[in-house]
């Protein structure tokens, strides 16, 4: 794994890994992918990784992605997060990574919350939602020999529901309330997902602080957050992410790395199409990285 340059760099990957029990007998299985998907995130010394589509299926070593993870990771990386549905080792969720020699996770300020009317209740669902949605969450205190800096971020990772925009819509409003009553003053807050919706869509604009032609009653947003492929790439347009295994490349974007807060700025931000030695590529979605610099 490579290790950031500088105290002063944060890296941040986020990933939908494509769920382990679909493709199962074809070339894009996820035990043909497994290791591909694990090199991947080692190789980018990333500080926080958010992986969504991810199973826990302890039962079936070959779509157990979270056990995968959490052991081809390890030691350096560390991992948060629980199944999205009522029973929180078995189903799919979205889990934070973490960098174990830089960040650690505050036990006091993490946990998994729905994107529901109940936040708190696992495997709730509210708005048309046609799968359980959640988020999870955790404040990081960074390390320097051991030793905590001082420095926090809040670091989430989701993934919103994929039918009807005014579910995703309330899905946003509910993630960036939750966030906005956990964040410090001046606190680098940063929120990775697969958001299923364009970038000028009611959920993307929503999070992003602009107004929303629909819900005129919704508030806005409490914490706006910024886009950080977009600040690095303003008028680029080949910004597609899912690609359906394809390599599809137009201006569909529906992978996200958004963040809030002072003292942190993108300098760098990249859409992965790198295929895998066999020529496939490792999931339906493209990654999408970005590199912050932090004052």
Known sequence: MQNATSSRELRILTFNLRTGTCERGTPDAWRERRDDCIALMAAGGYDFIGAQEVQWRPEEPDCDQAGDLARGLAPAYGMLGRSREAKPDVGEGAP?????????????????????????????????????????????????????????????????????????????????????????????????????????????LHLVGEPVPYLAALPAAPLPLRDAWREVHPGERDARTYHAWEGWTNDNRIDYILYAGGGVRPVASEIDRTLRPNGRFPSDHYPVSATFELS
Do not use: K
């Open 96 to 204: 934070v990574l973490f960098r174990r020699d830089r960040w650690e996770p505050d036990p006091d300020a993490q946990g998994t919350l729905w994107l529901s009317e109940t936040p708190d209740v696992p495997d709730s669902r509210s708005w048309d939602s046609q799968c359980t949605r959640a988020m999870t969450w955790a404040r990081f205190h960074e390390l320097a020999g051991g030793a905590r800096t001082g420095r926090t971020v809040l670091f989430a990772n989701t993934h919103f529901d994929h039918i009807f925009e005014h579910t995703m819509l309330l899905q946003a409003a509910v993630a960036d309330r939750l966030l906005a009553e956990r964040a410090r003053p001046g606190e680098p807050v940063f929120l990775t997902g697969d958001f299923n919706a364009y970038e000028r869509s009611w959920p993307i």
